[in-house]
């Protein structure tokens, strides 16, 4: 794994953004990877900035996320659907009807991560993948178990997922306990992946994904399998 090591958040962001404008550029009707959380808020503002400066185009790039709360709607302000339009599709010229997050209003779930897992086949692979890291070492939300999946799958979300989560929500019972998430398969499917990580909360789990192991209590070490993939952090998830 490549590692680029920053001063601060601000940096993480634009040297993120940079690498993703970088496959925008080479191919203008890429398929971007995309992930929620509070640590992709900055680069999705650097892209809106470069997006509005006319120094990227969104108009012919298609997106996947990883994942979604289930059940949830669209339309609901915790949901990844929603964060997504807010953080980053309503400020750019992306046609939205490219642009997918797995179904949390699907009735059967399991039918539609089989469909949300063709459907990344069809339009994929992603030309990159954007990741966060959980502090328990989680990428989507792939939680550590005794084994991972390897397809978009049903989930329930682990007690410290949720205590996690919780800011974003009126109270710890308010946090869905379930989604649907791309496995560790279709991230691993992407041609190229970043792993973005900051402050000192997730310094144990960027250890555990550095050590060299293969442990699936570290969902996030199974990217040691993949031949690109870039991890960006600042000192203190560098655990220093
Ligand atoms: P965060 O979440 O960016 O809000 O810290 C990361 C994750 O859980 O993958």
């Known amino acids: 794994m490549k590692i680029i090591l920053c ?27 995309l992930a929620t959380g509070s640590t992709p808020v900055g680069l999705y503002q650097k892209l809106i900035e470069m997006n509005q400066s ?33 953080n980053l599709f309503d400020h750019v010229n992306i046609d939205k009807s ?15 991560c089989a469909t949300y897992e063709a459907l990344v086949a069809q ?9 966060g890291i959980g502090q328990n070492g989680h990428i989507g939300f792939n939680e550590p178990d005794a084994a991972l999946e390897v397809a978009t799958h ?14 974003f929500f009126s109270s710890e019972a308010d946090v869905p306990t379930k989604a649907l998430t791309m496995g560790i398969g279709t991230i691993l499917s992407a041609k190229k992946i970043i792993i973005l990580a900051n402050g000192a909360a997730k310094a144990e789990a960027v250890k555990k994904m550095l050590s060299g192991k293969l442990d699936t209590s570290c969902p996030a070490s199974m990217l040691n399998l ?3 993939v870039t991890v960006i952090c600042d000192e203190a998830a560098m655990g220093r």
């Open 7 to 33: 001063k601060s958040y601000e940096e993480i962001s634009v040297r993120a953004a940079e690498i993703v404008a970088d496959v925008m550029k080479a191919d203008p009707a890429c398929v971007l990877g």
């Open 54 to 86: 006319g120094e990227i185009d969104f108009s012919e790039v298609t997106t996947v996320n990883l994942d979604e709360y289930y059940p949830i709607a669209p339309d609901n302000d915790q949901s990844y659907r929603y964060f997504m339009n807010v």
């Open 98 to 112: 490219k642009t997918y997050v797995p179904d949390g209003t699907a009735v059967d779930p399991v039918e539609a």
């Open 123 to 131: 339009v994929g692979p992603a030309d990159i993948q954007v990741l």
């Open 154 to 167: 049903v989930t329930d979300l682990t007690e410290s997922t949720i205590k996690a989560n919780a800011r």
């Open 226 to 228: 993949h031949g690109d």
